[in-house]
């Protein structure tokens, strides 16, 4: 059966902020293959019109790096299974995931107050909840 995942794409990695995501990967599979990929830029859609737009174009599963409540609320709505705390490379963590391997964190969680950048975390870099 096919499935189309999406990933929060920049730069051959997972994009660690997913509501401020300019393009995602997204990947046709069936089985454990990958049949294509396609970058696909957002057209400036932002947080809650995300999850509209993955769902416009099929999409059932969302890897990505750090996402908030929002956020998550709003692909459970549309049906997309969710596997956050991603990082690293997007071609490798898709792999991972048909394999039945993808490392990921479900009780990731970010959020950003008036620019400033607070994950609930002691970390510096990323939104991936390590």
Not at 68 to 89: C, M, R, S
Request: hydrophobic share 30%; aromatic share 6%; with cysteine.
């Amino acid at each position: 059966m096919k499935k189309i995942i999406a990933v929060p794409y920049e730069n051959g990695k997972v994009f660690q902020h997913f509501g401020h995501s300019e393009k995602f990967k997204l990947y046709t599979t069936e089985d454990r293959l990958i049949l294509s990929a396609d970058e696909v830029s957002t057209n400036g859609s932002g947080h809650g019109l995300l999850a509209e737009f993955l769902n416009v174009h099929g999409v059932s599963v969302l890897i990505c790096g750090g996402i908030g409540g929002g956020a998550k609320t709003a692909l459970a709505q549309k049906g997309i299974e969710l596997f956050p705390g991603v990082e690293g490379d997007a071609d490798a963590r898709v792999q991972e995931y048909l394999n039945g391997m993808l490392a990921f964190n479900p009780d990731t969680h970010c959020d950003h107050h008036h620019g400033d950048h607070d994950c609930g975390s002691d970390h510096e870099h990323h939104c991936g909840g390590h």
